[in-house]
Structure formats: C-alpha cells, structure tokens
C-alpha cells in the first residue's frame, strides 16, 4: 500500500511517519519511509539545491521542474518497486506538495501542475493521503525551532524563511485540494500531541491491515 503524509511546515509529519512505521511492523507489514525531495539518489542532490538558503530567488518555474524530475526518478527507483516486493511505501510528501506550494503557494495553474505531476508519477497514485492540519503560525514556530535544534537553518530552511502569507495561502490550499479529493485525502488535526494525532493516524490505518 502506499500512503504519503501532506501538510505545512511544522506538522509533525516525521514523527507520524516512524510511529507508523513501528505500529506497522509490530503488525507484521514490511514498510519503506521515504520522502521528497530526496527519496532517490537523484532525489538527494536535488534536495540541496531546493532547499538551501542559497537558493532564495529560484524562479517558480525552475523550482516546479526539479521537483518533477525529483519525483520521476523517486517513483522509477524507490517507490514502484518496493511496492512490487509487496512492501507498505509511506512518504513525506508527494505530488499533492507540488500543486499546493507551487500553485496555490506561488501562483501557478493547479490543474496545470496536475497534469505534470500525472508524466511525472507515471501512473502511480497513493491509495491515501493523510492532511495534518495546522494553523500557520503554530506550524511554522515548530519548525523553525526543529531547524534550529538540528542546525538545519540554512541547508534546508529556504521554505521556512517564507513570509507568514505564504504559509497561510499553503494551508488554504491544501484544505482546498483534500476537498476537491476526499475518496483520496483524510484529515486529521495536527495540534494535538503526536501521541494523540498517531492515535487518528493508527485509526486510519487498521481498515487496510489483514
């Protein structure tokens, strides 16, 4: 099965995914973590080049096509097979980030972005998107203090540096998006503890275990 965790910056996605990862494999299911940008060999030196803080000024356009090539080879190399060696592929983030920052973030055509992302993913789709939600502000406070405590600030802080608008036009989107998809998308709030958001999480998961 393969799931992917959405939402801004800030939400708690890594620590839902190895709390995932643990319930599932107490479970019995073989499970792969990845994550974009960077899932891939490609994936990782793209990653840098995203998010660094020397990369303030990317034009939207050439941001939107390394994460597509990003994507291509992480679905080429990393997530198609480990779905064909029967294993569960939970990813932080997936094409859903491109429509969301790149669209209703900065200003690019939605079902435009959509349509790439479909040459990109080459037909692969997840089964479900779980939307941690978050006000802006809580989210982007949490992670710039993650940055700071990781001494990340610089190497992958350049969407954290964003204005508080762009963060809010972000989640707006992202609220948007699950709408127009809800057989895909489930939301969960993400201003709980992670103990407690995990325990949503885990109640989302169980209908797909044997």
Same mark, same amino acid.
Do not use: C
């Given at each position: *099965?393969?799931?992917?965790?959405?939402?801004?910056?800030?939400?708690? %996605?890594?620590?839902?995914? @190895?709390?995932?990862?643990?319930?599932? +494999?107490?479970?019995?299911?073989?499970?792969?973590?990845?994550?974009?940008?960077?899932?891939?060999?490609?994936?990782?030196?793209?990653?840098? *080049?995203?998010?660094? *803080?020397?990369?303030?000024? *990317?034009?939207?356009?050439?941001?939107?096509?390394?994460?597509? !090539?990003?994507?291509?080879?992480?679905?080429?190399?990393?997530?198609?097979? !480990?779905?064909? !060696?029967? %294993?569960?592929?939970?990813?932080?983030?997936?094409?859903?980030?491109?429509?969301?920052?790149?669209?209703?973030? #900065?200003?690019?055509?939605? @079902?435009?972005?959509?349509?790439?992302?479909?040459?990109?993913?080459?037909?692969?789709?997840?089964?479900?998107?779980?939307?941690?939600?978050?006000?802006?502000?809580?989210?982007?406070?949490?992670?710039?203090?993650?940055?700071? #405590?990781?001494? %990340?600030?610089?190497? +992958?802080?350049?969407?954290?540096?964003?204005?508080?608008?762009?963060?809010?036009?972000?989640?707006?989107?992202?609220?948007?998006? !699950?709408?127009?998809?809800?057989?895909?998308?489930?939301?969960?709030?993400? @201003?709980?503890?992670?103990?407690?958001?995990?325990?949503?999480?885990?109640?989302?998961?169980?209908?797909?275990?044997?």
């Amino acid at each position: *099965m393969f799931i992917t965790l959405e939402g801004i910056e800030g939400t708690g %996605k890594s620590t839902q995914l @190895k709390l995932m990862a643990e319930y599932l +494999e107490s479970r019995g299911q073989d499970v792969l973590l990845t994550r974009e940008p960077g899932g891939s060999d490609l994936g990782r030196e793209l990653r840098r *080049m995203l998010l660094h *803080m020397d990369s303030q000024g *990317m034009a939207p356009t050439a941001e939107l096509f390394l994460y597509l !090539a990003d994507r291509a080879q992480h679905v080429a190399q990393v997530i198609r097979p !480990a779905l064909e !060696a029967g %294993k569960w592929v939970i990813s932080d983030r997936f094409a859903d980030s491109t429509v969301v920052y790149q669209g209703y973030g #900065r200003g690019l055509d939605p @079902k435009l972005l959509h349509s790439l992302n479909a040459v990109a993913v080459d037909g692969l789709w997840p089964e479900m998107t779980i939307l941690l939600d978050l006000d802006p502000e809580t989210g982007l406070n949490r992670a710039l203090a993650r940055n700071l #405590r990781e001494g %990340k600030s610089r190497e +992958e802080g350049r969407f954290e540096a964003e204005a508080l608008d762009f963060h809010r036009r972000v989640r707006e989107g992202y609220l948007t998006w !699950a709408a127009l998809h809800p057989d895909r998308f489930r939301l969960v709030d993400g @201003k709980e503890t992670p103990e407690v958001v995990f325990q949503r999480v885990r109640d989302l998961l169980e209908p797909h275990l044997p």
